[in-house]
């Protein structure tokens, strides 16, 4: 009788065993695609490092080039002027302008996104330009097969 009983209990081990594999199975292949595409990096994610990248280089060369006989606690106006002009004078203006040492976050991240947005105008227009000289250029080399007919 004993037997019967360890065969029958042996049975339904098996069965919680099996659905367990299956569950972790299942689990797996529903989280599986979210690692994959979490890890993969969206399309514009790529050009915002780039612009990131270029930015901080930017801030460095004019920390040391154009700035670099000031005080690091008193060149920040000189620093945001070097690396973009224009979105200086809207953000910061003359009257509103850093005194040294001050740090202003807020308006920080308002020129930051101002310069990285106005490079990347830039960067279309070149573009732009760039692929109007391109068709310029093929249309000269057409050939006009309308005089070759006489």
């Given amino acids: 009788m004993s037997s019967s009983l360890q065969k029958t209990g042996g049975n339904q081990t098996s069965y919680v065993v099996f659905f367990v594999k299956l569950l972790l ?3 797996i292949l529903f989280l599986l695609p979210q690692m994959v ?10 050009g915002r490092r780039r612009d990131d990248r270029h930015f901080t280089l ?16 008193e060149n920040s ?4 002027e070097c690396l973009s002009l224009k979105c200086y004078q809207e953000i910061y203006g003359e009257l509103e ?4 040492g001050e740090i202003d976050v807020q308006r920080w991240r308002q020129f930051e996104t101002c310069a990285k947005d106005q ?3 830039e960067r279309k227009r070149v573009r732009r ?3 109007e000289a391109k068709r310029e250029a093929n249309r000269e080399t057409e050939i006009d097969y309308s005089l ?3």
């Fill in 77 to 80: 106006n000189c620093v945001l």
């Fill in 25 to 27: 199975v299942v689990i």
């Fill in 119 to 121: 490079r990347r105008e």
């Fill in 129 to 131: 330009e760039e692929r």
């Fill in 58 to 73: 930017n801030k460095v060369q004019c920390e040391r080039e154009n700035c670099g006989e000031l005080l690091p606690e």
């Fill in 37 to 46: 595409t979490g890890r993969a990096q969206p399309a514009g994610k790529k």
């Fill in 148 to 150: 070759l007919e006489d």
């Fill in 97 to 100: 302008a850093l005194e040294d």
